[in-house]
Each structure stands twice: as structure tokens, then as C-alpha cells.
């Protein structure tokens, strides 16, 4: 079965502190790969999704970037953090090809990390 | 733009009642839609989809309507209990630059008390 993880789960982080956060997929190849931001009692914002090893596509302008070195690793970064960056972030995947019992248009999340930045 | 969004922000019932979250959705090409709930503190999590070339699809405890014609998609659980309290959210599928994304609405607030 497909799992996935992300890591850390909180995170509290000064104003202009780098950042880090990292999400993998076991149990699946070449997955479609994809990470949102959610602010407190709010919807899902698409920052970045990714259909292959370093092939990246950015939503929205913004101060992250994502990078994607394996195919089942997934990596949400900043050179330095504003405090407009805090809210929860996701990480989600969807099967490349629909196969039995996925459709390619599903997308499953992760736990989550709580990002804090004062 | 296109969006997703939806009529309640809060819903309450009481335990044994039956729920129904609304959603409005805008693109008229949408052709696969899912519902999610999230649970305070986790990631949403996968509860059923549905495609354009239908109008209804069941679960356990749960179904989903279809309404092209006004573009109207509702989740109705039947006889809710107190672990369905959580975040609703719709979600439509679009493609943009040949990809297939989820366009997710603004959530719904399901309060289930005894």
C-alpha cells in the first residue's frame, strides 16, 4: 500500500530563518507529486506540483521554492522566511496512470507540518 | 477565474441526523469532482469522488450528488455521528498546462452534537 510522509510535523522558525520541509511517497513510482498551503480556517492554496524528478511548476509567486531530487521525495524550501509564510503545510500525491482502484485524478495528502514563523 | 466554493461555512446537527455540505462549482468543463474531510490538526483525507457522467454515487454513510445543469455538488451523510465532525472541502478537477490540478473551496465546518 502507499504511504505518505512529512517531516517535521511542527516547526517554529524566526523571521528570516531558512527552511526546510520534506515530504516522501513509498509504495508507488513516478507519482505526480504536489504541495499546498493552508491558512488557519482557510481552503488549500497550490503553491507547487511536480510530474517527474526535477521537473517543478510554481502556481503562485511567492518566497518558497520546491525541488524534487527523487522521484518518491519531494522538498519545500525558503531562503528566508516572512512571517506572511506560517500557516500548514501539505504535501500530496496522485498516481502518473489511473490503475485499479486510483484514479490519476485523485489526490492523497500527507499529516501535514504546522509552520510557525515569528 | 474558475473556483469552487461553497453556500455554508458552518453546518450543526445533532447526532443521528442526516448532513448536507453544500458546493457551487463555476467551470462548466469540470468533469471529476471530490469531497474531503479534514480532522482538526491532519491532512484531508479522501472520502468519494464522483464523475460528470453522473448524477449520484453512493458510499458507506455517504452520497454524493451531481447537478450539472445548475453546477451544484452536495455530500449528504446519513445518520452522523460524533467522529464525522471535521472540515468539509469540495474539489474540482481542471487542467492547466496540459495537468490535471484540484481547485479545492473555501471548506465547510461540520459541528455534530449529542
Known amino acids: 500500500s502507499q504511504t505518505i510522509h512529512q517531516w517535521p510535523a511542527t516547526l517554529v522558525q524566526p523571521v528570516g530563518s531558512p527552511l526546510s520541509l520534506e515530504c516522501t511517497v513509498e509504495?508507488?513510482?513516478?507519482?505526480?507529486l504536489y504541495w499546498y498551503r493552508q491558512a488557519a480556517g482557510r481552503g488549500l492554496q497550490l503553491l507547487f506540483y511536480?510530474?517527474?524528478?526535477?521537473?517543478i511548476s510554481s502556481e503562485v509567486p511567492q518566497n518558497l521554492s520546491a525541488s524534487r531530487p527523487q522521484d518518491r521525495q519531494f522538498i519545500l524550501s525558503s531562503k528566508k522566511l516572512l512571517l506572511s509564510d506560517s500557516g500548514f503545510y501539505l504535501c500530496?500525491?496522485?498516481?502518473?496512470?489511473?490503475?485499479?482502484?486510483?484514479?490519476?485524478?485523485?489526490?492523497?495528502f500527507g499529516p501535514g507540518t504546522r509552520l510557525t514563523v515569528l | 477565474g474558475e473556483s469552487v466554493g461553497l453556500h455554508l461555512p458552518t453546518l450543526s446537527v445533532q447526532e443521528g441526523d442526516n448532513s448536507i455540505i453544500n458546493c457551487a462549482y463555476s467551470?462548466?468543463?469540470?468533469?471529476?469532482f471530490i469531497w474531503y474531510k479534514q480532522e482538526s490538526g491532519k491532512g484531508p483525507q479522501f472520502i468519494i469522488d464522483?464523475?460528470?457522467?453522473?448524477d449520484k454515487r453512493q458510499g458507506q454513510r455517504v452520497t454524493v450528488l451531481l447537478n450539472k445543469t445548475v453546477k451544484h455538488l452536495s455530500l449528504q451523510i446519513a445518520a452522523t455521528q460524533p467522529g464525522d465532525s471535521a472540515v468539509y472541502f469540495c474539489?474540482?478537477?481542471?487542467?492547466?498546462?496540459?495537468?490535471?490540478?484540484?481547485?479545492f473551496g473555501a471548506g465547510t465546518r461540520l459541528a455534530v452534537h449529542p
Open positions: 500530496a500525491w496522485s498516481v502518473e496512470r489511473a490503475t485499479s482502484g486510483r484514479s490519476r485524478n485523485t489526490q492523497y
Open positions: 474539489a474540482e478537477k481542471v487542467v492547466s498546462g496540459g495537468y490535471n490540478k484540484l481547485i
Open positions: 511536480s510530474v517527474g524528478i526535477g521537473q
Open positions: 467551470n462548466s468543463a469540470s468533469d471529476y
Open positions: 509504495g508507488t513510482s513516478n507519482p505526480n
Open positions: 464522483i464523475r460528470s457522467n453522473m
